[in-house]
């Protein structure tokens, strides 16, 4: 069951697993505060945050939140709590959301400790704004050793909606500070390898608007058998409508480098 607390104790058991020293509030120093405000001023158009997942001591939002969000800092404050957090996800997008969380696990433990501070993962998800409407979110995670071995784990997050709306979960996986992909998790992509040669007729179809008999006409076939065809589709991908297959199901779009330009990596300048 793919609920926001089964997601939440998922984290929670990588998290125990995979990190062995963490900051708390008294690690915190001049210095640290001072790389967050840098990386702020690197990327002005991003709400900067510590992770909560991994940080439980302390935490850090930049004063953006609520011109980028529509979150002022202690509603996300609040929101960035694992199990409220992942309550403002698509119900759609909980199930993949927890595939993505888990690859990114599995990558971290391949990777030797040594080389962790260069991986960089970038989550595409919907999360819900105060006003009710679902915000297409771009979500970057990274890390920055600090001192001794221990790390700042950091995200960064814009909402993408009027840039590139996507539907579906994606998380891409980078090492050697974000210039070399290691892994690409795109669920759409994967669910939309599963149709039929008609079905891939058919979906394209349905996301013009056309009705059942528009689409019947266009394809040759008669108009209980597209109904058919939906409600087969609707059993197979375990969804109650047209909506809700389609936000689950879509065709690839442009690469998330269309809206960033060229990467902007290299935070380790900020420190």
Known sequence: MHTPLAIAR??????????????????????????????????????????????TGFFYISDNAQEALGFDAEILTNALNMEVYFSR???????????????????????????????????????QHPDGRYM???????????????NLYYMLLRDISQEVPFS???????????????????????????????ENELLPLMKQGLSTKEIAYTLGISHNTVRNMRQ?????????????????????????SAIMGEREWGLSSAV
């Open 10 to 55: 998922k984290v929670n058991n990588m998290v125990a697993y995979t990190i062995p020293g963490l900051l708390q509030r008294e690690d915190i120093h001049d210095e640290i505060m001072h790389t967050l405000s840098n990386i702020q001023k690197i990327f002005p158009r991003w709400v900067i945050c510590t992770c909560r997942f991994m940080h």
């Open 89 to 127: 996800l698509h119900p759609a997008d909980l199930e993949d959301y927890s595939k993505g969380l888990q690859r990114m696990g599995s990558l971290y433990h391949e990777t030797d400790p040594e080389e962790r501070h260069k991986l960089r993962f970038i989550f595409n998800y919907r999360m």
């Open 136 to 150: 297409h979110i771009h979500d970057e995670k990274a890390m920055l050793p600090v001192k001794d071995d221990l």
């Open 168 to 198: 579906g979960i994606r998380m891409t996986g980078y090492t050697d500070n974000g210039n070399k992909k290691v892994m690409e998790f795109n669920a759409s992509a994967e669910t939309a390898s599963q149709l039929s040669p008609r």
């Open 232 to 256: 087969k589709l609707f059993q197979k991908f375990q969804v109650n409508n047209a909506i809700e297959l389609l936000n689950k199901i879509d065709t690839p779009m442009q690469s998330m």
